[in-house]
């Protein structure tokens, strides 16, 4: 019997293994039952789904209770546990560890087994298999295609500045260099909240809850380039973690962290499932992360020695560099409040609330955090952000001209493979807009390219559907969602954009990557309506009419927060110059 193991950046016809006859394709990314079924039919080998043994919310809390093994041995010394820092980088490895296991009942250790390339996920089932496989990247002049057809997808998917933020956050996450390049800035004259970030879209929010209290300072501190922002409300002044950076190294901290860490991996490795994640290689990052995490500390260390802090507002303190100032402000008795710019933030199903309230956006959030990620009812707050001068409309684009809109996504990040999601949703969204005279929006994800998938796209499609499809990136803009005729995503956090504005949303179920129950979440409120398979596509144009005919109640999903709710949240002075109270 010959097994081929499909890595998730791999297809089952392109490669030197197509030419070669194959009993089982075993695909260690995420497919759809429909991708399977045509590799089977152009392969002639049964093809298994890794993805069709998750257990979703099941798993991760499997994995917060492995994570909890190790808590409480890498402490330094303000108290963080280095552990619990970093091993949410590993989080989604675990799961798939946890997915593997059961998986792996299926697959026959004395077969002759081949991979389409080395390292992760393939080292894994090594691993749980205790036997080496043979991989067709070997060879040399394989392993040199190989990198040289990685690099030239790295190119082709992502900017010229996401590349260098890329490479930045790769080899100098501890900022040594671009400290030196940052220049110091003058103290804030007066007591400011923090608002911590790594990406624009949580800049963004931070930046609208801020509107809010027009009176108050704030002071935003990027991480990286792409949490700055050019349009601030002039009562956020903006910095760069960079220019805090350097001096006194950590290094007798880093030494007896790094010495402690060898006696945990030691005591982790005798568990199953962390063995495994040992032998595929997953343990050697954590040293590094050590180090350059211990950096970071000590330039947030400076942000709150050197500036007026009074509060903070974090927007993603699953962040391991953005949750740090988070800690360290709780621990010096500063106000800390968190939220989160998507719609839902299952992380909470393996962290701990580190601030003193949570603003959740609406209902539906509030609910999820409690129900599924069990946060208490006390620390989770109800207040949206402040919405734009005409921000949300109503109802959407209802008129002829309206564009039928898909909100792409990252998908490889999840293990997905983008040219098979489009292969199955592009099809059909554009023989809709045919019928309908109509066009199509490809509306990209901040992470994605935009030349990398517009030809994409053209490789896919005939021509005449090209002509009618037009790909975007940046900003989700009003004028977009303002001429929308009805929206379509795999997983986005947009049909809560789509929801409050009126605007149809339907999800593809079928195609769901994160483990967090986000889907089984919107259809509990209603929020999108999910659809079952691709060819639940072709009947939108027949329940459009009934749900524009039944308006969401939109007091329930945009609730904007009372100015006076975040000065007692912060702990920060009202207008009449009175000390905000406390909230238990």
Request: aromatic share 8%; charged share 25%; hydrophobic share 40%.
């Amino acid at each position: 019997m010959r097994i081929l193991l499909l890595h998730p950046e791999d297809f089952p016809q392109r490669g030197p293994w197509s030419a070669q006859r194959w009993d089982l394709i075993v695909d260690l990314g995420m497919s759809s039952a429909s991708s399977a079924a045509a590799w089977e039919q152009a392969t002639h080998a049964r093809v298994l789904r890794a993805d069709s043994f998750r257990k979703g919310v099941e798993d991760i809390k499997q994995v917060r209770k492995l994570f909890s093994l190790g808590m409480g041995r890498l402490l330094d010394e303000e108290g963080i546990d280095w552990w619990e820092l970093t091993s949410q980088i590993i989080a989604w490895e675990t799961e798939a560890v946890l997915v593997f296991q059961r998986m792996i009942s299926e697959i026959d250790g004395t077969a002759e087994i081949w991979a389409t390339r080395p390292g992760w996920p393939t080292s894994a089932i090594s691993a749980l298999l205790k036997r080496p496989h043979q991989s067709f990247s070997q060879e040399r002049s394989v392993r040199l295609s190989t990198r040289v057809r990685h690099y030239g997808s790295l190119l082709r998917r992502f900017s010229a500045a996401q590349i260098k933020e890329i490479f930045l956050d790769k080899y100098d996450s501890d900022y040594e260099w671009r400290s030196r390049l940052a220049s110091p800035n003058a103290p804030l004259p007066e007591p400011s909240i923090l608002l911590p970030t790594a990406y624009g879209n949580v800049s963004r929010m931070a930046a609208a809850y801020a509107r809010l209290l027009p009176e108050q300072s704030f002071l935003l501190v990027a991480t990286r380039q792409s949490g700055r922002l050019s349009d601030l409300p002039s009562n956020i002044q903006m910095r760069d973690l960079a220019a805090y950076a350097g001096g006194d190294e950590p290094i007798g901290e880093t030494a007896a962290i790094l010495e402690e860490w060898t006696k945990l991996k030691a005591d982790l490795c005798a568990i199953p499932e962390f063995a495994v994640l040992s032998g595929a290689n997953m343990f050697d990052g954590f040293p590094g992360w050590f180090q350059s995490g211990l950096r970071a500390r000590n330039a947030w260390r400076k942000v709150m020695e050197r500036e007026p802090v009074c509060g903070v507002l974090c927007g993603d303190d699953s962040n391991l560099f953005t949750r740090l100032p988070v800690i360290l402000a709780a621990r010096r008795g500063i106000r800390t409040v968190d939220f989160h710019h998507g719609a839902l933030d299952g992380r909470y199903l393996l962290k701990d609330l580190p601030c003193d309230a949570y603003l959740a956006k609406n209902e539906m959030e509030r609910d999820y955090l409690l129900r599924v990620c069990g946060l208490s009812p006390e620390k989770v707050v109800l207040g949206a952000p402040a919405p734009a001068s005409s921000d949300p409309p109503q109802n959407g684009g209802s008129s002829d001209l309206a564009r039928l809109v898909l909100f792409s996504e990252p998908y490889e990040n999840f293990g997905m493979r983008a040219e098979e999601v489009y292969g199955e949703l592009l099809p059909p969204l554009c023989r809709l807009a045919r019928e309908s005279g109509r066009g199509v929006v490809l509306k990209l994800h901040p992470f994605e390219s935009l030349s990398q998938r517009t030809s994409m796209v053209r490789n896919l499609l005939p021509q005449d559907d090209i002509k009618r499809i037009t790909v975007v990136d940046g900003p989700l803009s009003q004028q977009l969602l303002s001429n929308t005729w009805f929206g379509v995503t795999v997983e986005s956090t947009t049909v809560l954009d789509c929801f409050v504005r009126g605007i149809p949303c339907f999800v593809c179920g079928w195609l769901t990557a994160l483990p967090f129950g986000y889907v089984q979440q919107y259809e509990r409120f209603g929020v999108a309506q999910i659809l079952r398979s691709a060819k639940e596509l072709d009947g939108i144009p027949g329940v459009l009419p009934g749900l524009r005919n039944s308006p969401p109640p939109m007091e329930r999903f945009w609730k904007t927060a009372e100015p006076e709710l975040l000065r007692r949240l912060l702990g920060v002075k009202s207008r009449t110059g009175a000390v905000a109270e406390r909230v238990s």
